[in-house]
């Protein structure tokens, strides 16, 4: 019964002929199997950015889909099945599609990597290096060499290590998407240190308080997607309101990037939209 009722809400849907000027994101779901493992594994293919090659990795926090090629997330989805990244490698969607992404680390500083394959992105290879019930580890190594990244995936997060940094390059971390699967006005953000909830259109730059995190929400969703930075620097952080996505990062400002290190990153889904548990989720991932 539920398979047909999607199937006619589809067909409505396509008869409607929506003039949307931006790329579709359909709803992915995957069903979740019962098993005995917090953390699998898969191959397939993301349709809904295109049809790229990616790992699939399903949690019970969220189904990730990490780009073979480029080596980038191109879908996150929730339990909902509702995708917070919404990308699409249409060329020339720009912030309808191509630029979204989780970390879009490396932009034109000896090579352009770790980002859904677009028309500018580089080429890397990847390893499966650990695969067990509650933990998959996956390293992409840039097409030159110089770079190189490691996603750990657990059953609440992805933790993201830039482990290895080409000598006088810098990198950012990044998150650009649509908070509970499209950007409106009435989505929001916290960062630490500020317990105040700040309109999505409301830019920001500065070093974030230690521990260093932002989060986005959307009113019409139970929880908030987050980014944590494991370390305390004093490189700026930047966010600004791209509509239709978000732009955050960490370790940038305006148009410059600041890391230079390696360095580790979370990103993840907190189960509420209050300030309080939002900071004690994120804080409890560094322990």
Excluded at 31 to 36: H, I
Excluded at 187 to 198: A, I, L, V
Excluded at 226 to 234: E, S
Aim: aromatic content about 12%.
């Amino acid at each position: 019964m539920y398979q047909t009722a999607i199937a006619g809400l589809f067909s409505i849907m396509f008869l409607l002929g929506a003039c949307a000027v931006q790329i579709a994101q359909p709803l992915k779901t995957q069903p979740r199997e019962k098993s005995d493992q917090l953390v699998s594994l898969a191959h397939g293919i993301d349709e809904s950015a295109g049809g790229v090659q990616s790992y699939i990795i399903t949690t019970a926090a969220a189904i990730y889909y990490l780009e073979k090629a480029g080596g980038g997330l191109s879908s996150m989805l929730d339990p909902n099945g509702v995708d917070w990244i919404g990308f699409h490698r249409k060329p020339g969607s720009g912030h309808n599609g191509e630029y979204r992404g989780f970390p879009n680390a490396v932009h034109r500083q000896d090579g352009n990597f770790f980002h859904a394959m677009n028309a500018g992105t580089d080429a890397s290879t990847s390893f499966v290096n650990i695969e067990t019930g509650n933990h998959v580890r996956i390293t992409f190594t840039s097409g030159n060499g110089k770079w190189q990244g490691r996603y750990d995936f657990y059953p609440d997060r992805l933790d993201f290590t830039m482990s290895k940094v080409s000598p006088g390059h810098k990198y950012w971390i990044q998150y650009e998407g649509v908070p509970g699967g499209s950007m409106d006005d009435a989505d929001f953000w916290y960062r630490s240190g500020d317990n105040k909830r700040h309109g999505i259109r409301e830019d920001i730059e500065g070093d974030l308080p230690a521990p260093e995190w932002m989060a986005f929400g959307d009113p019409q969703s139970a929880r908030m997607l987050y980014m944590l930075n494991h370390g305390d620097d004093a490189q700026p952080d930047d966010y600004a309101n791209r509509e239709p996505m978000t732009v955050f990062a960490f370790g940038r400002s305006g148009k410059e990037k600041f890391l230079t290190e390696p360095q580790k990153f979370s990103i993840g889904f907190v189960e509420s939209m209050d300030y309080a548990v939002v900071d004690r989720e994120i804080r409890r991932v560094l322990e």
